[in-house]
């Protein structure tokens, strides 16, 4: 079996509100069984008896419910494989203290005023921003005021159960156009017919410049017909977050101004290349404070003559649509990663930010299964706040738009990050990468979240998002502690 600790911060309930708990009841279930020493431990590093009220393997919610005719506890824990980083410090640090392995979950609980259906279970879900199915379990106990604390969640431990699956799988494309759109829906990789009929004729051979292609392929034991895992890659790599189709797309230019001096030509053929990297390399020529520019994993300029300043900025739309705090908490980890790795290394020293919303007010009558614009302003900027807080990183500044056409939000999350020019007589902003290298990944393991997260940008918001599954895992759950480590 295992233990299960309830902590509820002191004076954190409030009778008048709808929802109750005015902050979560945190809920850390321990698998296996703690002698009495380690139980001990385990109360010390989880409880702080002045702010928090706790109950072992009983509700900590007491005789306070009493007050209600009827009221519903809410429980959300990650699902199995999904990322549970409060779980897995706890785990660390209970290990360290009772010197052996122990695996933690981490839950949290919710108390409602009165009994609940199944729509106003799902709109619940939303409104306590834990909206995503796919990768949380929900459990729901009734209760009235004869309920009694014993009554409480049965333990229960997250625990994965690998399945025999085949390794891959071919995928046809010898099909119908019809059929090709349904390849790309149906695994979420979000091409449209012109880019599913590229992949289809360079597995015919008749894709310009590469009708080689299969012959390649046989050469180094490839089969003709593409698997699952290229076709996923594909349309990863064609993905609006990577790709930025839009940014690299032909664009018309028509202007009614007759003093219209922007001199732009009626057809740009890409405005990343000609008004953003090309101006850019323009200007270049002329300064000397471009350090490297469209190189590494931020842009570098120079400060002084002694110091450098590396810059970057990503979108991170699609999941803060889907969900506002898990999409801005982890676009800031990224933001926060990528100065900090450019060159040979750089100290990151503030955040920052730029959203476009909608006001609540332009979408009245919303699907409940669509964000409201008022829930993603208040998810987004607590997942910059949350991350940046817990890095030790100052969120230093930030502008905020409205315009109705932003009920999809854009969602701008930049880094600053600095760096002595040269150090032990090496320039800090260049690296080399020889063949032969060894690459190391650092961080949790691979599991639910996060998938598809790169193709989803390449969709519009839909009504019925919340329902797919491969819409919602496509969410990532960031990790800040082990980042900041």
């Given at each position: 079996m295992g233990v299960r600790v309830e902590l509820l911060s002191k004076g954190s309930l409030d009778s008048e509100e709808e929802i109750v708990t005015r902050i979560p009841i945190r809920v850390y279930s321990i698998n296996g069984d703690l002698t009495d020493t380690e139980l001990d431990a385990a109360k010390q590093l989880l409880i702080d008896p002045i702010t928090d009220d706790f109950a072992i393997d009983s509700s900590v919610l007491g005789?306070?419910?009493?007050?209600?005719?009827?009221?519903?506890?809410?429980?959300?824990?990650?699902k199995p494989g999904v990322t549970d980083p409060h779980g897995q410090e706890v785990s660390r640090i209970l290990e360290n203290l009772i010197g052996r392995e122990v695996n933690v979950s981490y839950s949290e609980q919710y108390l409602r005023k009165g009994h609940l259906n199944d729509e106003d279970f799902r709109i619940l879900r939303k409104r306590l921003g834990h909206a995503n199915p796919v990768i949380n379990d929900y459990n729901v106990l009734k209760i009235d005021k004869n309920w009694n604390p014993s009554q409480h969640f049965e333990f229960e431990f997250p625990t994965v159960k690998i399945e025999d699956m085949p390794l891959f799988q071919y995928i046809d494309l010898n099909v119908s156009d019809e059929d090709l759109m349904k390849i790309s829906d149906s695994r979420y990789v979000a091409m449209n017919l012109p880019e599913m009929k590229s992949i289809q004729r360079l597995f015919q051979g008749k894709f310009k410049g590469y009708e080689d292609f299969l012959e390649r392929r046989k050469a180094v034991g490839l089969d003709a017909i593409p698997t699952d895992a290229e076709i996923e890659e594909t349309g990863q790599s064609w993905s609006e977050h990577c790709r930025h189709k839009k940014l690299n797309g032909l664009w018309y230019y028509t202007s009614d101004d007759p003093n219209d001096e922007s001199d732009l030509p009626e057809v740009v053929d890409s405005l990343f290349k000609t008004i953003i990297?090309?101006?850019?390399?323009?200007?270049?020529?002329?300064?000397?404070?471009?350090?490297?520019?469209?190189?590494?994993?931020?842009?570098?300029?120079?400060?002084?003559?002694?110091?450098?300043?590396?810059?970057?900025?990503?979108?991170?739309?699609?999941p803060s649509s889907i969900d506002g705090f898990g999409g801005a908490n982890t676009g800031t980890g990224g933001v926060l990663r990528d100065p900090d790795e450019t060159g040979l290394g750089m100290i990151v020293v503030s955040s920052q930010y730029a959203f476009r919303f909608a006001l609540p007010e332009d979408y009245p009558n919303l699907p409940d299964n669509v964000q409201d614009p008022g829930?993603?302003?208040?998810?987004?900027?607590?997942?910059?706040?949350?991350?940046?807080?817990?890095?030790?990183?100052?969120?230093?500044?930030?502008?905020?738009?409205?315009?109705?056409?932003?009920?999809?939000?854009?969602?701008?999350?930049?880094?600053v990050a600095v760096q002595k020019a040269e150090v032990a007589g090496k320039f800090t902003h260049e690296k080399t990468v020889n063949p032969g290298y060894i690459g190391i990944s650092l961080g949790g393991g691979v599991g639910k979240d996060g998938i598809h997260g790169a193709t989803g940008s390449s969709e519009s918001l839909k009504a019925d998002s919340e329902e797919r599954a491969d819409v919602n895992q496509s969410v990532q759950i960031g990790n800040p502690i082990v980042e900041k480590e």
């Amino acid at each position: 079996m295992g233990v299960r600790v309830e902590l509820l911060s002191k004076g954190s309930l409030d009778s008048e509100e709808e929802i109750v708990t005015r902050i979560p009841i945190r809920v850390y279930s321990i698998n296996g069984d703690l002698t009495d020493t380690e139980l001990d431990a385990a109360k010390q590093l989880l409880i702080d008896p002045i702010t928090d009220d706790f109950a072992i393997d009983s509700s900590v919610l007491g005789t306070f419910v009493s007050n209600f005719e009827e009221a519903t506890i809410i429980e959300v824990t990650p699902k199995p494989g999904v990322t549970d980083p409060h779980g897995q410090e706890v785990s660390r640090i209970l290990e360290n203290l009772i010197g052996r392995e122990v695996n933690v979950s981490y839950s949290e609980q919710y108390l409602r005023k009165g009994h609940l259906n199944d729509e106003d279970f799902r709109i619940l879900r939303k409104r306590l921003g834990h909206a995503n199915p796919v990768i949380n379990d929900y459990n729901v106990l009734k209760i009235d005021k004869n309920w009694n604390p014993s009554q409480h969640f049965e333990f229960e431990f997250p625990t994965v159960k690998i399945e025999d699956m085949p390794l891959f799988q071919y995928i046809d494309l010898n099909v119908s156009d019809e059929d090709l759109m349904k390849i790309s829906d149906s695994r979420y990789v979000a091409m449209n017919l012109p880019e599913m009929k590229s992949i289809q004729r360079l597995f015919q051979g008749k894709f310009k410049g590469y009708e080689d292609f299969l012959e390649r392929r046989k050469a180094v034991g490839l089969d003709a017909i593409p698997t699952d895992a290229e076709i996923e890659e594909t349309g990863q790599s064609w993905s609006e977050h990577c790709r930025h189709k839009k940014l690299n797309g032909l664009w018309y230019y028509t202007s009614d101004d007759p003093n219209d001096e922007s001199d732009l030509p009626e057809v740009v053929d890409s405005l990343f290349k000609t008004i953003i990297a090309g101006t850019t390399y323009k200007i270049a020529k002329h300064v000397d404070y471009l350090v490297s520019i469209f190189k590494d994993n931020s842009g570098v300029v120079r400060l002084n003559n002694k110091w450098n300043i590396a810059h970057k900025v990503e979108t991170h739309n699609h999941p803060s649509s889907i969900d506002g705090f898990g999409g801005a908490n982890t676009g800031t980890g990224g933001v926060l990663r990528d100065p900090d790795e450019t060159g040979l290394g750089m100290i990151v020293v503030s955040s920052q930010y730029a959203f476009r919303f909608a006001l609540p007010e332009d979408y009245p009558n919303l699907p409940d299964n669509v964000q409201d614009p008022g829930r993603t302003l208040e998810t987004v900027v607590w997942g910059v706040e949350d991350y940046g807080n817990k890095m030790g990183i100052p969120t230093q500044y930030g502008d905020i738009m409205f315009d109705k056409g932003w009920l999809k939000p854009a969602v701008y999350v930049g880094a600053v990050a600095v760096q002595k020019a040269e150090v032990a007589g090496k320039f800090t902003h260049e690296k080399t990468v020889n063949p032969g290298y060894i690459g190391i990944s650092l961080g949790g393991g691979v599991g639910k979240d996060g998938i598809h997260g790169a193709t989803g940008s390449s969709e519009s918001l839909k009504a019925d998002s919340e329902e797919r599954a491969d819409v919602n895992q496509s969410v990532q759950i960031g990790n800040p502690i082990v980042e900041k480590e």
